[in-house]
């Protein structure tokens, strides 16, 4: 560093501060498994005066954050599992339609309408559920979780429920 950097008086966003501290945090661990207590994080947090409310809001929004791309990860899965079955679906039907249409002499015929129509929807299938962003996604994720949390409620409920009738 040169006498005229030193001298000169360094500021940074609240961004560029946090990029920062995470790329000191990452270069200060050497190895990649190694955990942090809460009495760690807490430490931290205060040499850095930020106060034990903020780090467990900032740990409250965290936890929910983590909660969300699990279940965001969750819907993925599902929505390529789904789109996956109708694809070995539309290849089975219309492997069988085509060699039918085959055998009935006279080479493909209508066959072809019934390839082409399903591949169209098909394809636009393939769109809906492969792509992760925008409103429709966002719509079919919200969709999808409240289902996700009736049923999730609803078994709790059984749960109960068979908790207290065999106890």
Known sequence: MTEFESKQAHYYSQEDVQQILHLAISRQVDDDDKEFSYQQLLEIAVEMDISPESLKLAERDWKNLRGELQHRQ???TLRRTR????????AI???????????????????????LFWGMGLALDAWNSLQTKGEDYEAAF??????YQLKSSFDNILNKLFKATSG
Do not use: C
């Open 74 to 76: 969750t819907f993925n």
């Open 83 to 90: 789109f996956k079955k109708r694809l070995g679906n539309y």
């Open 93 to 115: 039907v219309n492997t069988i339609l085509v060699a039918v249409d085959l055998m009935g002499g006279g080479g493909l015929g209508w066959s072809l309408y019934v390839v």
């Open 142 to 147: 919200q969709k999808w979780y409240r289902k």
